[in-house]
């Protein structure tokens, strides 16, 4: 997919296909939560905007309802935010935690739980993790 930019609002919809999978516009409106709610025209607008930008594909239509169904993964999406995240930090990833530390966005205590939830590389686990071998 091209690098596109996704206002708030259309990533908001977006989650909401990703939660709810294929769906018209009504039910997208309806899932919101009530302090979210919008006109049915705005959130319309809004998957229509997606469709144009590739995130989104019609699937069909039932009656007058178009119904549609994300074109990207959650996953895809996420990623993509992450390098540009990365970009902005010149693509150091040490530059980017240690942003996350400074402004108390993480916790030294985050970053143990992190490091014992990753995976051991094959290289670090089979040489002791020390580089003898």
């Not at 997208?28 to 590739?54: F, H, M, W």
Request: proline share 2%; net charge positive.
């Amino acid at each position: 997919m091209k690098k596109v930019r996704f206002s708030k609002a259309e990533t908001r919809i977006l989650e909401q296909y990703w939660k709810l999978g294929t769906c018209c516009v009504r039910e997208i409106l309806d899932s919101l939560p009530e302090d979210e709610r919008v006109a049915y025209t705005t959130v319309q607008t809004l998957v229509y905007r997606l469709e144009q930008k590739g995130a989104l594909r019609k699937v069909r239509k039932i009656g007058n309802a178009q119904l549609f169904e994300p074109a990207i993964e959650q996953s895809e999406y996420r990623s993509g935010l992450v390098r540009d995240l990365l970009d902005l930090f010149g693509g150091s990833s040490r530059l980017l935690v240690s942003n996350l530390l400074e402004t108390g966005e993480i916790t030294l205590k985050d970053l143990k739980g992190l490091q014992s939830a990753a995976p051991v590389s094959k290289s670090s686990s089979s040489r002791g993790g020390k580089g003898h071998a």
